[in-house]
């Protein structure tokens, strides 16, 4: 197995857009996926994308670090490693987050993403669902 890698940091902002703009600027980073109905912005540095979530007074955690993720080649061998732990096992993600399939929790509550497709491109639940899969 692949040793799983950080790929995907997110973190809660005011104001998305211009947090994601000053990456741009700063850092020549590209915005990859500005999503029109949350505000959320996605920029990446060609190995880490960076997810720039809107910060709303209600329902919303402290403005800064949200939660990260690993890009991994095996779901269930890092499900059973988190189960032997004796933690919560990962749970699905909405159908509509484009970048990791699963989520879960380190020992003190911190959530980080599992993706088995990466964090460089958008892949919605229903694009998953129609994959093919050939049974041997």
């Known amino acids: ?11 809660f902002a005011r104001d998305p857009e211009k947090v994601a703009k000053f990456y741009q600027r700063v850092f020549d980073m590209e915005i990859i ?13 060609g ?16 403005v800064g670090l949200n939660h990260f993720g690993f ?17 919560e096992t990962p749970e699905k993600r909405p159908e509509d987050r484009p970048y990791a399939e699963q ?3 380190d020992p003190e509550g911190n959530m980080f993403d599992l993706s088995l ?11 998953r669902d129609g994959k093919v899969t050939v049974a041997h």
């Open 1 to 11: 197995m692949e040793k799983p890698k950080i790929r995907h940091l997110a973190l």
């Open 117 to 127: 497709h990466g964090f460089e491109r958008v892949e919605t639940g229903a694009e």
């Open 103 to 105: 989520r879960a929790c």
């Open 33 to 45: 996926r500005q999503n029109p109905s949350s505000g959320a912005c996605f920029v990446t540095d």
């Open 71 to 87: 890009k991994i080649d095996d779901m269930e061998k890092i499900t059973q490693r988190i189960a032997d732990e004796g933690l």
């Open 47 to 62: 190995y880490i994308t960076l997810a720039v979530l809107p910060h709303k007074l209600k329902g919303s955690s402290a």
